[in-house]
Structure formats: C-alpha cells, structure tokens
C-alpha cells in the first residue's frame, strides 16, 4: 500500500512535462516521463523557482554569476591579506630600526637621521658616537663609549694631584696572583650564581691580560672599568669568605672583612675615576650590580636604590633594554656584534630588572622599567663554557633542562609576577586577584624542582651550589605568596572571608623557616646574603602577629609554637651576625619583639576615657609592640656604612665560634706589599671616597682630618 501524503499542499506537476507543457498525472516518476523513458529526472518543481518566475536556465545563470562574484571578492580578500602582512613586517622592521635607531646596525630613514642631527646638537653622546661609528665602516673601535682617562673637566681633578699615576696607586692594592687566583676561583665555584652578571671565561681572559700588565709594570694599559669589576669580586669574596679559602690565603676572618672593605672603596674609586656617570660601558654596570649585593649586606639598601636608578638609564641609554633575543635574527652594530657580549647584557639588563621590581614594594610600589618599554628577551638557558663567538647562533638548552642560568631564569619567573602584585597594591581590583595569584604562584613552585634535574650529558656542577640555589628558589616562592596575602593578614583575624590569606601567610611563613633550618650548613651559607635575611625576617613578622593575636584565644600550646618557632628563627639569624650588618639589625629587632611580648595583655583595652600616659597603648598589641621597637631601633641606630661589616658591634658572637674550622693569627708581613694594612689616616671601618684620595695622595702634600681631605 501506497504511503499516504500527509502534507496539505497540493503536488505539483513536474518539471520535464512543465517544460513541454504536457499533461502531467503527478505521479513521481509521471507516466509522461516513463514512456519517455525519463524516470530517474522526473522531479516535483520547486515551488520558490516558481514564485522566482525564472527558469532552472536563469536560476542556474544566477549562481554561476554568484559565484564569480565570491571568487573575485576572496582573490582580492587574499591579496589584500598578502600585501598586509608584508607592509607590517616592513612597518616592524622600520619600527624596530627606527625606535632603537642604531643600536643594530646601520640605519637609512629620513627621520633617524633627523635625530641624530639633534643628537649632535643636544649632547647626546652615546647616540652620537653610535651613530658615527654606524657610519663610519674604517673605524674598528668595538666600545666607544668608554674614556681611558679622566677628561680635562673631571671633578676628581679638583683633589688629585695631576703627577701621580692613579691607575698604578689602584693596582698596587690588588693582592699577589695566588692570593688572587684564590679569592676568584672561589668566587665563581660558590658566589658568582647568585648574581650571575657575569662571563666566566670573558673575564678570566681579562684578568690573565691584567696579570700580565702587572707582572710587567704595563700599567698604563689596564682598562680601569675592568678593574672595577675586578675589585668587587675581591670584596665579595673576602666578605663572603669560608675557612678553607681563609686557610688557603693565610688571613682571618677579621682581616679579610677589613679588606673587603678596602676592595670596596677601591672599586668605587675606579668608578668615579672613569667617570661612569659620563662615559658608560657594560662593565660600569656589572660593577655597579656587584657593588649592590654588598652595600645591602652593609645596611645601605638606600645607596643600593640610588645608585641603580642611575645603571638603569645607563644601560638604556647603551641599547640593552631593546636587545631582542637571539631568535630575532637581527642586524646588529659593531658595539653589539659579539654574540657574547650580547648575552652578557641581557643578564644584566634583567639582573637590574630583578632589582627593579623586587625592591619596588619598599619604595612607594615605583619602579623605572615598565614592561611596555622593555624589548629585550630573557638570557639564554645555556652554560658559560658553550656561550662562544665562533659565527654559530646560540643554542639556549630547554627550560627543565639544569644549567648555570637556571637560579637566574627562575627568580625571573617570580619576579614578573610579583610585579603584578606591586601593580595590584598601587589599584587594588578585588580579593579575587589574590585567588588567581596565588594559583600562578603555587604552580610555579611545584614546577621549580623540576628545573634542578641535572642531566647525565650536562655540566658537572657543585651540588652543594645547586642546593643552595633550590632552596633560595623556594623560599623566594614562598615569600611572594606572603607578600601577596599580608595585606589581608589582619583581617583574616576578624573577617571569614579573609581566613584563607590568614592561614596562608602563617604556612608560607613557617615554610620559609623550614627551608633555613633544613641544613644547618646551608643555612649559614644563604644567610650571608641580605635577601635571605630579608625573607626570614618577613617570616618570622608573620609568626609574630599570629603570636599577638594567639594570646586573645589564651591557647597555650599554640603560643608556646609560636615561640619556639620565633626563638629558632633567632638563632638562625645569628649565624650571619658577624657578617651582616642588616642580620644584627633583625637580631636587635627580634630579640625586642619577643622581650616585650609577655608583657601584652590578652586582649587590647577598651576603655573609653585613658589618661595620657595610656595614649602610647592604643591599638593593637603588634601595633604598639611594633611602634615601640622602631621608635627605640631608630634611636640607636647608626648612621649608614658607620659600622665595619666585620666589626661585631653588639654582638659577642665571633666568626671563628660560628664558622668552626680554621683561625689563623693575623699575619705579621704585609698582604699587598705596596700598601700597608694599617696606615695613617686611613681606618678600615669608616673608609670614605675622601678618605681613599687621602690614602692615595697622602705623600703629595695631601692631609686629611675629620673635615675631609685638604692640601697642607
């Protein structure tokens, strides 16, 4: 049986018997058609061609011209696409030629040359000579940014005495080559990852160079913008020296802090004296970065911050914040052409980034680099022994893969995120930011061993320096996670939506510590530097509020942790107390919180009327505690770089009793055969830019007193 037709409308003749214009019986296929033997074309008629009152001919005439129109409409679509692309990779490329001007190669725009005219006219040396050097291909110079001598208008002219060869006074303070070779072997097996400004190898080459001028009395050709870097990694050695290294060179402890102190000011004098301010080099900076590390472990994080913002347009004013990465395939001019160098500045410029970002929070939340104006890529995952100029391009290892550059790339990592969270505190979005964060941050952390496998085929490395780095890596994680929620720190104590921030700052905290008292050997090793100082101190301030707040709850096992907990972050700060003058400064602080604790009250008092002794007593316990110590701290405290990083003022604790191994008698010969230890006018612990000049030209007629330097 046939299927009934459900559909109300009426059927159609066909289309062929339409054409014919025949009787159809309107049967699919018709009997018109099956006679004709044209079943299978047999079709009902569509009823929009027929309400179109066009034929299947113009219909199909239609499409035909349709799609013609959609072919010719997408060539040009394509087209246009095609010649798009390629003026914005001209537009990029004249973009990146014109924005960075010469900094990589020669360049040829109408308004490049423009500028530069205005360069020469306005003083801008550093674009000037770039600019000429780009031009002119018969000069070879690879550095023309650097003066080997003071000019005719240098400040320092005012005191020196014109006859005396400075650069010959500076190298008669460096120690003999194996007392050198020491310090800086020791300094690039246990020191130089921690900064890492520097190349290996490049610097090496340099200081043989230099060796060979001494031992030759070539002195006049000594690059003293080298001999700035030079002198700092003395200093850092010497500050951060263990027992064996003192054993090695024949000093003590107390000897060599104060002649850290001596590197110290000598390389500030190499600084002036090649007028950094005026004629700017790569080597400036990485003096200025070494110099850093050290003036923050001496108290003065203020000079630290000044002196950066100046590295900072420096390098700017050299190119390095427009350096791309390798990958670019860029042209690059003479001052850039080696691939080294190259590298060596991007470890620089994100060194000062790190310093940048990282010290932002203390300063307003201000920093000098936006990211916006920063076009330079992070440092190559690579070892120092594979970064050559032989002309092949660099081949950076795979992030998870381990190498020298892993501590630096992974602090990195943290950096950029807490840049956000600085950016956050300056316009608070929302709690809901710290949720998302804090996500970003706990991932990062669990990802970080995984960067510390070393390999079979890679670097043979000091295991003891990849501890050290792993666990400063994680206790940087931790601090930026305390750091984000302690804003809400306080309010996790009254309000429930804030516990969360409450309970994390206590277990980021109590982390923190955990990694310090891991290794007890470590431990004293990463708490000579001022940053891990900085982060346990910021741990044990959050252990101490929680302590404050505890006691309203009157839970005795709770605050006797709590004390525990402060009392071990006590004795781990102890460790670094003859070295730090930042440690003895936690220590002061420390041990004043925890004095004063057992006299707070249980809960703050609520009376309305208080006489005026009772004023002192507002607020809450942490905050009057708080109040009081820095009142006291700033009361006593001296006056920035008044303390010798040796000296152990308040302290009984002596080097020897803490770092146990060795103790030498201070040695009766001279240690740097032109320059007496102990000579007059000159005091280790209170060593000034005036006070050097008098050492220096102390038997030209120069005296000093405690007004400065003057001419007798």
């Known amino acids: 049986?046939?299927?009934?037709?459900?559909?109300?409308?009426?059927?159609?003749?066909?289309?062929?018997?339409?054409?014919?214009?025949?009787?159809?019986?309107?049967?699919?296929?018709?009997?018109?058609?099956?006679l004709r033997g044209e079943g299978g074309q047999c079709k009902e008629v569509d009823r929009n061609a027929v309400a179109s009152g066009k034929t299947a001919a113009e219909t199909l005439d239609d499409v035909l011209g349709r799609l013609a129109i959609l072919e010719q409409t997408v060539s040009k679509l394509v087209s246009s696409g095609n010649q798009g692309k390629e003026k914005e990779k001209v537009k990029d490329k004249e973009k990146g030629r014109s924005a960075i001007r010469s900094s990589f190669g020669v360049t040829s725009t109408d308004e490049d040359v423009a500028m530069m005219l205005e360069d020469f006219a306005m003083g801008h040396r550093v674009n000037r000579n770039r600019a000429t050097q780009d031009f002119d291909t018969t000069n070879n110079n690879e550095d023309p940014y650097t003066s080997a001598s003071p000019s005719g208008g240098h400040p320092l002219l005012l005191l020196l005495d014109p006859g005396v060869n400075i650069i010959a006074r500076l190298v008669a303070m460096l120690p003999d080559e194996m007392r050198t070779r020491a310090l800086v072997q020791f300094y690039f097996e246990r020191l130089e990852w921690y900064s890492k400004v520097l190349h290996a190898p490049t610097f090496i080459s340099e200081l043989n160079v230099l060796l060979m001028q001494k031992s030759s009395e070539s002195v006049g050709m000594v690059r003293v913008s080298f001999l700035g870097v030079y002198f700092m990694i003395l200093c850092l050695s010497l500050h951060l020296i263990e027992p064996y290294v003192c054993e090695r060179i024949g000093i003590d402890f107390s000897t060599a802090s104060e002649l850290s102190k001596r590197m110290y000011s000598a390389a500030q004098a190499c600084?002036?004296?090649?007028?950094?301010?005026?004629?700017?080099?790569?080597?400036?900076?990485?003096?200025?970065?070494?110099?850093?590390?050290?003036?923050?472990?001496?108290?003065?994080?203020?000079?630290?911050?000044?002196?950066?913002?100046?590295?900072?347009?420096?390098?700017?004013?050299?190119?390095?914040?427009?350096?791309?990465?390798?990958?670019?395939?860029?042209?690059?001019?003479?001052?850039?052409?080696?691939?080294?160098?190259?590298?060596?500045?991007?470890?620089?410029?994100?060194?000062?980034?790190f310093n940048d970002w990282s010290h932002a929070a203390a300063h307003n939340g201000t920093y000098a680099i936006h990211p916006s104006q920063n076009h330079t890529g992070w440092p190559a995952n690579v070892n120092d022994r594979d970064l050559v100029d032989d002309g092949r391009p660099l081949r950076s290892r795979p992030t998870e893969e381990y190498t020298e550059m892993t501590f630096s790339l992974t602090r990195l990592r943290f950096v950029v995120l807490y840049r956000e969270i600085v950016d956050e505190m300056q316009a608070p979005t929302g709690y809901s930011f710290v949720g998302e964060m804090d996500k970003r941050l706990e991932e990062m952390l669990k990802g970080v061993p995984e960067h510390f496998i070393t390999d079979d085929n890679s670097l043979a490395v000091d295991e003891r320096v990849k501890g050290l780095e792993l666990t400063l890596c994680l206790i940087m994680g931790e601090t930026r996670r305390l750091r984000l929620h302690r804003p809400y720190l306080f309010r996790g104590y009254k309000d429930r939506k804030y516990v969360k921030s409450r309970e994390q700052c206590i277990a980021s905290a109590q982390a923190i510590l955990d990694h310090l008292k891991s290794d007890d050997e470590q431990s004293a090793i990463l708490l000579k530097w001022w940053i891990v100082l900085f982060y346990g101190f910021a741990a044990a301030v959050v252990l101490f509020i929680d302590l404050c707040h505890q006691k309203a709850a009157d839970d005795g096992r709770c605050l006797d942790q709590r004390r525990a907990e402060l009392r071990q972050a006590l004795d781990l700060f102890k460790t670094a107390e003859h070295i730090s003058v930042v440690s003895r400064n936690a220590i002061a602080l420390l041990e004043g919180l925890l004095t004063a604790e057992p006299d707070l009250p249980s809960k703050p008092s609520r009376k309305r009327g208080r006489d005026k002794k009772d004023h002192e007593s507002e607020g809450e316990p942490f905050e009057r505690i708080a109040k009081r110590m820095i009142i006291d701290a700033s009361k006593n405290s001296s006056s920035p770089g008044s303390v010798s990083a040796g000296s152990g003022s308040g302290s009984s604790a002596s080097p020897t009793a803490i770092l146990p191994s060795f103790q030498m008698p201070r040695p009766s010969y001279k240690l740097y055969p032109?320059?007496?230890?102990?000579?007059?006018?000159?005091?280790?612990g209170e060593t000034t830019m005036a006070e050097l000049a008098g050492l220096l030209y102390s038997d030209y007629g120069w005296a000093m007193d405690g007004f400065g330097v003057h001419y007798q």
């Not at 009426?10 to 018709?30: L, V, W």
């Not at 911050?305 to 670019?328: C, F, H, T, V």
């Not at 230890?677 to 280790?684: A, E």
């Open 674 to 684: 032109d320059v007496t230890l102990d000579g007059p006018g000159f005091t280790f």
């Open 271 to 353: 600084l002036h004296y090649d007028d950094f301010l005026g004629a700017h080099s790569l080597e400036h900076l990485q003096c200025i970065l070494l110099m850093g590390v050290y003036q923050q472990n001496l108290d003065e994080a203020d000079t630290h911050w000044a002196l950066l913002g100046s590295a900072i347009k420096i390098a700017q004013n050299l190119g390095m914040s427009r350096l791309g990465s390798e990958s670019d395939e860029r042209t690059y001019s003479v001052t850039w052409k080696s691939l080294v160098k190259r590298e060596t500045a991007r470890r620089v410029w994100w060194s000062l980034i």
């Open 1 to 34: 049986m046939a299927e009934l037709r459900t559909s109300s409308r009426p059927i159609q003749s066909c289309f062929q018997c339409r054409k014919r214009k025949i009787k159809c019986n309107r049967a699919y296929p018709c009997a018109p058609c099956m």
